[in-house]
Structure formats: structure tokens, C-alpha cells
């Protein structure tokens, strides 16, 4: 038996109102998982999430691959900057990082600091054996229009064959 583990750290600047919308899909995202009664909600949450079916969640549920898991397999730390205008973001991840989801939350929750320029991070790819394709990373460009995303095997496919391929999620 291994253990694959993905994992990144990276940190971005943003809003106030940016950074509680992210504080609020974190908080949002532990209480779906444990199965627990989830906070209320602020109106500006509501408005970049709303529901798209019965479920009152399934706007925030969109965001993931399987919307029966919704999890980030992230932390969300940071908080007020020098600048009092701008918060610093720094999500990290050791074992389960999702980067498809994490880029469309900040996609969703930072528009304002998207529409000045893009937000980007890496992840890794480790195995805690020697197992062949167990290796490898990607990086994602999040803009306000689109999302960039690629993973070296991906990339490394597309390379040795010559190819060409889409990045966007």
C-alpha cells in the first residue's frame, strides 16, 4: 500500500469583502463534510452562490467535481494586511488539495482582485513509494474570465506526442 498526497501552498492579496467570502465557503465546506447544521449564511454569500435545485447549497456545491464531497482538502489562513485595504489568502494543502475547486472558488469570491489581474498557484504530486506515475504537479491560472489549469502529465503527453491540448476547466 502508498499514500498519494497532494499538496500546495500559496498565498494571494484580496478584499475584505473577498476574504470573508472565502472564510465563509471554507467554514461552509467543514460543515457540509461533518454533516453538521451549516452557519447562516451572509447576503453577499448567497449572491455569488445561489441555489440551483431544492438543496439550498447546491450554488457552493457546483464548485466540485463530486458536489456529494464538497471539499477543498485545503486550509484557509491569512488575514488584514499593512495595507488595511487589501487581506492576504493562503491556502494550503498537505494530503487531498483540489485545484479544480479551489480555483473556482476564487474565481467566484474575488472578482474584484481578478478584474486587476490573474491569481496563480502550483500543487505537487508526491507517493510515499517509488510507484511508477505516482509524481508530478500542475499549476493553475485563475482570470476573471477563464480558468487555466495543467498538470505535468498532461503536459509531458501533449510534449512527447506533439500535441496540443485545452487547459481551461
Known amino acids: 500500500m502508498a499514500d498519494t498526497y497532494v499538496q500546495t501552498c500559496f498565498a494571494f492579496d484580496c478584499t475584505a469583502s473577498e476574504w470573508a467570502l472565502l472564510q465563509q ?8 463534510n461533518l454533516e453538521a447544521e451549516p452557519e447562516e449564511m451572509s447576503s453577499d454569500f448567497r449572491a455569488v452562490f445561489p441555489p440551483t435545485g431544492g438543496d439550498p447549497w ?45 480555483s473556482r472558488l476564487i474565481q467566484r469570491c ?13 500543487w505537487s504530486i508526491s507517493c510515499s513509494r517509488q ?19 495543467e498538470g505535468t502529465h498532461e503536459a509531458l503527453r501533449a510534449a512527447l506526442l506533439g500535441e496540443t491540448h485545452d487547459r481551461r476547466v
Do not use: H, K, N
Not at 65 to 83: H, I, K, S, V, W
Not at 110 to 122: D, K, M
Not at 131 to 149: H, Q
Open 131 to 149: 510507484r511508477i506515475d505516482e509524481f508530478g504537479g500542475g499549476w493553475c491560472a485563475v482570470f476573471a474570465d477563464r480558468i487555466e489549469l
Open 110 to 122: 474575488c472578482a474584484e482582485t481578478l478584474s486587476s489581474g490573474p491569481i496563480g498557484f502550483e
Open 58 to 102: 447546491s450554488g457552493f456545491r457546483e464548485l466540485f467535481d463530486d458536489p456529494d464531497y464538497p471539499d477543498f482538502g485545503a486550509d484557509l489562513a491569512g488575514g488584514e494586511t499593512p495595507d488595511e485595504a487589501r487581506w492576504q489568502a493562503i491556502i494550503s494543502a498537505e494530503v487531498s488539495f483540489d485545484p479544480a475547486a479551489v
Open 25 to 32: 465557503a471554507f467554514l461552509l465546506s467543514l460543515d457540509l
